[in-house]
């Protein structure tokens, strides 16, 4: 019996290594992937316990958490909610859901990202309350609100960004909703309110300014094709193209004719400055198919199209496609065709013109900062790549100045300010008209760069224009910018 | 020549009147101690913890039990001076880590008075504590037990097949292993069960070991049994077969036919009993999965816990998920006694209890806990080991082997080791039934290790 036992002994003495084993793997090796796991109740109630923090833009919180007696303990509330929401999003913990800056920041917010570490280790030895860290935007809220009060009534977006940095200044889309329907902690009105915008024909779910259902960006896009033509060295803003009435596309039955039906200004030929003071589509054709659509593409690449960016909140990539044929090219020539564009991207356009062709990554985040306003993480703005040199940008800007004082683009004139710019009447069909409006100001020293796009035709079918309806707004919101 | 006796019987008269220190009495005294004031150190912390104020009803009830261990203790010291002195600490202080945490889970849920399982859990202690004393009183010679071998087997079926009578089953979704005692009180039979079939197993054995061991037909190298010695053996894996299949619990069935297959190894010595015994556990296993639809999700839970596709998070696999995610909260140190999120486990203050303990006292106490287990299980070895009389050291053994078993099973299936059954954890679990089979365990222990101790040496040559 003794040798039985012994070997019996051995056998338990095993069994118990491998509950040792089985503990030790489970509570030291793995316990950081479990504590992650998404269905862990533990961590999640444990993310309640800390208040979340807040979203300051000009100083004030835009989006904070107040304390609340539920299982959940602190409530967001989202102040101007329907003007920020493009920027906030919501966040909502009855239902584990999170958009905009609110998801894209929400380690740092909820304070479990790694920036947090240190600061927990001082919060201990003080005993403090944790907390998570506040993010300040980069946005301006008196350009916000005149983005936000121009827009009123109309179905768009605008983004406006300062060229140096590449920081957004505002971001609005319409029609907006109010966030705080979405995070209030009632899980069954807030799937309710949900699935009412959801159902809205108007869509206020859309981020119109960085996704959404993209546009093609009309007559805004010639600045980016002549860009695209200075910049092979044949061409200059004095290249003279034809100037017929009517252009045949080529290889194909379809014409196309100018805005206002007849050619572009007096004469046979006429200058690319000109096609551009006055937006005519058939030189800006003409020259598309000359320069070809790689070239285009490539320098609209260099803008930043076929791209998504995290600002931190990821846009939809614009698109201008491969393998065009010769119709299809003309046909970008003047923002039409295959070519589809968000504000963010039309904006980078004007931004990287303004910034002497150099684009900016945007962003809208400034700082990441602790509870004593201590700085736990700054952005500084990089550069995404040289689109052109500084005289390619320079021609361009001084053709958008003359449209804006001059012709096409008057409606975004301001006194003592040159504005440099370009609208865009977009056709859908026969559907209302896209309009778009994309330019800067003051155009020797830019300080901030617009772009604005309303669709449905502004609520005028067929017979608005981007220089009646977007110029407007994208002067509201440069003045708003440059104090005015 | 009367002189001569009476000179002797005067010696040994004298010889008697000498006090000999009591070794082991007193170091058990000093463990007992030492447990009770870890039990009540566990209390207060869980009070500061989780209530941030202390209770000193509590304590005072926790303060009665400790009494009652020492009771016990005084009572060894009278009737069994050489019982082993680790057993008795050990028990107390699992049981009373045990009463801690139910303690703390009845906080998190706030559950009191008679609804709460710690209350329950501290009157079955009481009554544990009282049946242990009654038991090591009564009981003088353990071999007693060897007389009523049958008997006890017949009560420990008869017991195990209880909850399956209509009028007094208790009806629960998962296994029928409860009976209601006056729709009051409700208990496990086949806990006591499993003490019974301990004892029929070890006289069982000890009257036929020698047939079970005899000469068989050879192959492979190993002598395997004949025929008509496998008869017990497959009896008792049908019955064990049977508890799986009619009564949903796999637990004590795997517990049952795992305890004889030892005892069988130890008593006969033939490794042919334990591969037999290892092919029926396979064969039923395989079968059983596949059959048995409870058992086939069990294996489920414990092979795909984490695949979404085969488990699903809020539904079967909820429990243990979350028991894994309390273990990993608590890692190395734990959260602290209170200050853990024990009770969002489903069932955390029985099946879970030990994932409970894990994520407040860590990994640490794990060890611990686990480590006191080890030496409980190794006294009642070392008692096989010493053991001069068969029935004596097969009972020790069947009884120890119980207990290291039934924490494998236990513990290994919350860490998924094994998949999980529905054993409960000894000492520390929230139940009546299995506190009173386990601190039963305790006096039997207790009795043939001071028998074992007391037996005149053999002296050889």
């Known amino acids: 019996m003794t040798k039985e036992l012994r070997r019996l002994s051995i056998v338990m003495l095993f069994m118990f290594l491998s509950l040792f084993a089985a503990a030790s793997w489970i509570q030291v090796v793995d316990a950081d992937a479990l504590g992650q796991n998404s269905n862990n109740k533990r961590t999640r109630l444990d993310s309640y316990e800390i208040q979340r923090g807040s979203i300051i833009v000009d100083g004030v919180a835009i989006a904070s958490s107040v304390p609340t007696s539920d299982m959940y303990q602190f409530q967001r509330v989202y102040t101007d909610a329907a003007m920020w929401e493009p920027v906030t999003g919501y966040f909502n913990p009855a239902l584990q859901s999170a958009t905009g800056i609110e998801k894209a920041l929400n380690a740092d917010l909820s304070g479990t990202g790694s920036s947090a570490f240190f600061s927990e280790i001082e919060r201990i030895v003080s005993g403090q309350p944790q907390t998570g860290l506040s993010v300040e935007l980069s946005l301006n809220t008196a350009a916000q609100r005149a983005a936000y009060e121009a827009l009123q009534g109309l179905q768009g977006a605008v983004v406006a960004i300062e060229p140096k940095t590449g920081r957004i200044l505002a971001m609005v889309s319409t029609p907006g909703f109010d966030t705080n329907l979405l995070a209030t902690h009632d899980s069954d009105a807030a799937n309710a309110a949900y699935d009412q915008l959801d159902a809205d024909p108007a869509n206020p779910l859309y981020n119109r300014a960085i996704a959404g259902d993209l546009n093609p960006p009309g007559s805004t896009f010639k600045i980016l094709v002549a860009a695209a033509a200075f910049a092979t060295g044949e061409w200059t803003p004095d290249s003279t193209l034809p100037n017929p009435a009517r252009y045949q596309l080529p290889q194909s039955n379809n014409t196309v004719s100018n805005a206002w039906g007849s050619s572009c200004g007096p004469g046979d030929t006429v200058t690319i400055a000109e096609a551009i003071r006055l937006s005519c589509n058939i030189p800006m054709a003409e020259l598309a198919v000359q320069i070809g659509d790689d070239a285009i593409r490539e320098m609209a690449e260099k803008f930043g199209f076929n791209k998504s960016f995290d600002t931190p909140v990821a846009s939809t990539a614009s698109s201008y496609p491969r393998a065009l044929d010769d119709a299809q090219t003309a046909l970008t020539g003047f923002g039409q065709g295959k070519v589809t564009a968000t504000p963010l991207q039309i904006a980078m356009v004007a931004a990287g013109l303004a910034n002497d062709g150099v684009v900016m990554n945007p962003h809208m985040v400034d700082a990441v900062i602790g509870n004593d306003l201590s700085v736990v993480r700054a952005y500084e703005g990089t550069e995404f790549a040289r689109a052109t040199d500084k005289e390619v940008a320079d021609a361009v800007t001084a053709a958008m100045v003359a449209s804006v004082n001059t012709a096409a683009a008057q409606g975004a004139r301001i006194d003592g300010v040159d504005v440099a710019g370009k609208t865009g009447t977009a056709e859908n069909g026969s559907n209302p008209y896209t309009l778009w409006f994309t330019g800067f100001a003051p155009a020797d020293d830019p300080a901030v760069a617009v772009a604005v796009v309303v669709e449905n035709g502004g609520g005028k079918g067929q017979s608005g224009s981007g220089d009646t309806i977007a110029a407007p707004i994208a002067k509201k919101v440069i003045e708003a910018v440059l104090g005015r | ?461």
């Open chain 2, 1 to 461: 020549m009367s002189t001569g006796v009476a000179a002797d019987t005067s010696v040994i008269k004298a010889l008697r009147s000498i006090r000999m220190p009591q070794t082991q009495r007193n170091r058990e005294f000093g463990l007992l101690l030492f447990a009770t004031v870890i039990s009540g150190g566990a209390l207060t912390l869980v009070q500061l913890g989780a209530l941030g104020a202390i209770d000193p009803m509590i304590l005072a009830i926790g303060g009665g039990l400790a009494a009652l261990a020492f009771a016990l203790h005084i009572v060894l010291r009278v009737v069994a001076r050489g019982a082993d002195p680790f057993v008795l600490p050990i028990a107390t202080l699992l049981t009373g880590l045990g009463i801690a945490m139910i303690y703390r889970i009845d906080i998190a849920k706030s559950y009191t008075g008679w609804t709460a399982y710690s209350t329950k859990q501290l009157a079955w202690t009481a009554i544990s504590l009282a049946g242990a004393i009654a038991t090591v009183i009564l009981l003088r010679n353990y071999r007693v037990l060897f007389r009523y071998t049958y008997i006890f087997g017949l009560t420990g079926i008869v017991l195990l097949l209880l909850p399956l009578v209509p009028g007094l089953r208790v009806d629960d979704a998962n296994a029928a292993v409860w009976v209601s005692l006056g729709g009051f009180i409700s208990f496990q039979p086949g806990e006591i069960a499993k003490l019974c079939l301990a004892i029929f197993f070890a006289g069982y054995l000890v009257r036929t070991r020698e047939s079970l061991a005899s000469v068989g037909t050879r192959f492979l190298g190993i002598t395997w049994p004949r025929m008509r010695e496998l008869g017990p053996v497959l009896v008792v894996w049908v019955i064990s077969l049977a508890i799986i299949v009619f009564q949903r619990d796999l637990g004590t069935g795997t517990l049952i036919f795992g305890m004889f297959v030892a005892m069988l190894y130890v008593a006969t010595g033939k490794t042919s009993w334990v591969l037999i015994g290892l092919g029926l556990v396979l064969a039923g296993a395989v079968v059983a999965t596949q059959v048995l639809s409870y058992v086939h999700g069990r294996f489920i839970n414990w092979l795909f816990l984490f695949d979404p596709k085969q488990v699903d998070p809020e539904g079967a696999g909820y429990q243990p998920m979350q028991g894994l995610f309390g273990l990993a909260h608590g890692g190395l140190v734990g959260t602290g006694w209170g200050q853990g999120r024990p009770a969002v486990t489903p069932l955390a203050q029985s099946d879970y209890i030990i994932t409970s303990l894990g994520e407040e006292i860590g990994l640490i106490g794990l060890f611990a806990i686990l480590c006191l287990y080890m030496v409980f299980v190794s006294r009642g070895i070392r008692i096989g080991l010493a053991g001069q009389d068969d029935f004596g050291k097969l009972l020790a053994t069947g009884l120890s082997f119980t207990i290291a078993l039934q924490v494998f099973i236990m513990v290994g299936g919350v860490t998924r080791v094994i998949p999980l059954t529905g054993l409960t954890t000894p000492f520390l679990a929230a139940g009546g039934s299995s506190l009173v089979a386990n601190w039963l365990i305790v006096a039997l222990l207790l009795r043939i290790s001071d028998a074992v101790r007391s037996q005149p040496r053999m002296v050889i040559g």
